[in-house]
């Protein structure tokens, strides 16, 4: 027996909802529950084959959804697209922290030029819509305390952090001036079925995934430092418990995951034991890397169980089983 969402599933039914990043692989997984939910969902996505937007990621919902090929950054196809939207799921963003080292105009671009210019359509064209944004833990940098929480210094260590923390605060400008209703929620660790598994630009996870479903070795750098990680599912109930709660209107909360943190090292071997193929090898951190890398990190999520009643609700180990079992089907839709 499924437990109740926590949230009331009639704030969505019937309800128009944009999805930015919305061929990727949360908006995806989101569009699917909101389809469920009945909302009316739009699509956007530049599918640039550099992100995660894919196709395939909403095969058999296709007739149940619109799907918008445009980007961000292109000012006029905003304004037009807010309209008339009760919901905007603000997930369309640059998640590499290398990419965003070896090319930052683009990181600037499309994770704060362009987040400015979405929510100046929506003061324009669309005052009353809800926005949730999707943040991340990279905000916070190097953590001086743990579990870090939302009072924690914001320190980032690269570029892709700046900037997805001045998108961050464009959001809640708005919100506290202009009254547009807008939350964010810092993610971790995002994994599960869609998520990007060619390369590590989006997660270390998903290329782990792919070379144990492929029968091959992967590397772990350094394996000692924590994480915790968090379910697309239990992510998405997040977002939609974030889009229909006012308490969270102006607030950045974070989003953790089910059984506390973990070691890499120990996250290497559930994945090698619920796939029953593959092996990891311990590495050093290249240089590159280790120059922005945080060390342990894991979540206080302590004002989001409160102000919502979210809680993660999948293990670790349930979720990379049913991750693993999903790639084993549909792998070469994602190489």
Same mark, same amino acid.
């Given at each position: 027996?499924?437990?109740?969402?926590?949230?009331?599933?009639a704030a969505f039914a019937g309800a128009r909802a944009l999805v930015t990043g919305g061929l990727g692989f949360i908006g995806s997984?989101?569009?699917?529950?909101?389809?469920?939910?009945?909302?009316?969902?739009?699509l956007m996505d530049n599918l640039d084959p550099r992100y995660g937007g894919n196709r395939f990621n909403v095969a058999g919902i296709? !007739?149940?959804? =619109?799907?918008?090929?445009?980007? &961000? /950054?292109?000012?006029? *196809?905003?304004?037009?697209?807010? #309209?008339?939207?009760?919901?905007?799921?603000?997930?369309?963003?640059?998640?590499?922290?290398?990419?965003?080292?070896? !090319?930052?105009? =683009?990181?600037?671009?499309?994770? &704060? /030029?362009?987040?400015? *210019?979405?929510?100046?359509?929506? #003061?324009?064209?669309?005052?009353?819509?809800?926005?949730?944004?999707?943040?991340?833990?990279?905000?916070?940098?190097?953590?001086?305390?743990?579990?870090?929480?939302?009072?924690?210094?914001?320190?980032?260590?690269?570029?892709?952090?700046?900037?997805?923390?001045?998108?961050?605060?464009?959001?809640?400008?708005?919100?506290?001036?202009?009254?547009?209703?807008?939350?964010?929620?810092?993610?971790?660790?995002?994994?599960?079925?869609?998520?990007?598994?060619?390369?590590?630009?989006?997660?270390?996870?998903?290329?782990?995934?792919?070379?144990?479903?492929?029968?091959?070795?992967?590397?772990?750098?350094?394996?000692?430092?924590?994480?915790?990680?968090?379910?697309?599912?239990?992510?998405?109930?997040?977002?939609?418990?974030?889009?229909?709660?006012?308490?969270?209107?102006?607030?950045?909360?974070?989003?953790?995951?089910?059984?506390?943190?973990?070691?890499?090292?120990?996250?290497?071997?559930?994945?090698?034991?619920?796939?029953?193929?593959?092996?990891?090898?311990?590495?050093?951190?290249?240089?590159?890397?280790?120059?922005?890398?945080?060390?342990?990190?894991?979540?206080?999520?302590?004002?989001?169980?409160?102000?919502?009643?979210?809680?993660?609700?999948?293990?670790?180990?349930?979720?990379?089983?049913?991750?693993?079992?999903?790639?084993?089907?549909?792998?070469?839709?994602?190489?």
């Amino acid at each position: 027996m499924s437990l109740a969402p926590p949230y009331d599933s009639a704030a969505f039914a019937g309800a128009r909802a944009l999805v930015t990043g919305g061929l990727g692989f949360i908006g995806s997984n989101l569009a699917r529950r909101l389809v469920d939910l009945g909302a009316e969902v739009v699509l956007m996505d530049n599918l640039d084959p550099r992100y995660g937007g894919n196709r395939f990621n909403v095969a058999g919902i296709e !007739d149940r959804v =619109t799907i918008n090929v445009s980007d &961000v /950054r292109d000012d006029q *196809s905003m304004f037009h697209l807010v #309209r008339g939207h009760d919901y905007l799921f603000n997930l369309a963003g640059q998640t590499s922290h290398m990419d965003s080292m070896q !090319d930052p105009y =683009t990181d600037l671009e499309i994770n &704060v /030029r362009a987040q400015l *210019s979405i929510l100046e359509s929506c #003061r324009k064209q669309n005052p009353g819509i809800k926005i949730v944004f999707a943040g991340t833990r990279q905000v916070y940098g190097k953590p001086e305390y743990l579990p870090v929480d939302e009072r924690h210094l914001l320190r980032p260590t690269d570029v892709n952090g700046i900037n997805k923390m001045a998108g961050e605060w464009y959001h809640i400008l708005y919100n506290n001036v202009y009254g547009i209703r807008a939350c964010i929620l810092r993610l971790t660790n995002t994994y599960g079925p869609r998520m990007r598994v060619k390369d590590s630009r989006q997660t270390f996870l998903g290329i782990w995934v792919r070379n144990v479903v492929e029968g091959r070795t992967f590397e772990v750098w350094g394996g000692e430092q924590l994480r915790d990680f968090t379910y697309v599912d239990d992510c998405v109930e997040a977002l939609l418990a974030a889009a229909a709660g006012s308490a969270v209107d102006g607030l950045a909360l974070n989003v953790g995951g089910a059984n506390g943190p973990h070691q890499l090292q120990e996250v290497a071997e559930l994945v090698v034991s619920v796939s029953g193929t593959g092996d990891y090898e311990l590495k050093d951190f290249p240089a590159d890397r280790a120059k922005i890398d945080i060390g342990d990190y894991y979540a206080d999520d302590g004002l989001i169980r409160t102000a919502l009643g979210w809680e993660p609700r999948v293990s670790l180990a349930e979720g990379l089983r049913r991750t693993v079992s999903f790639y084993r089907r549909h792998l070469a839709e994602y190489v």
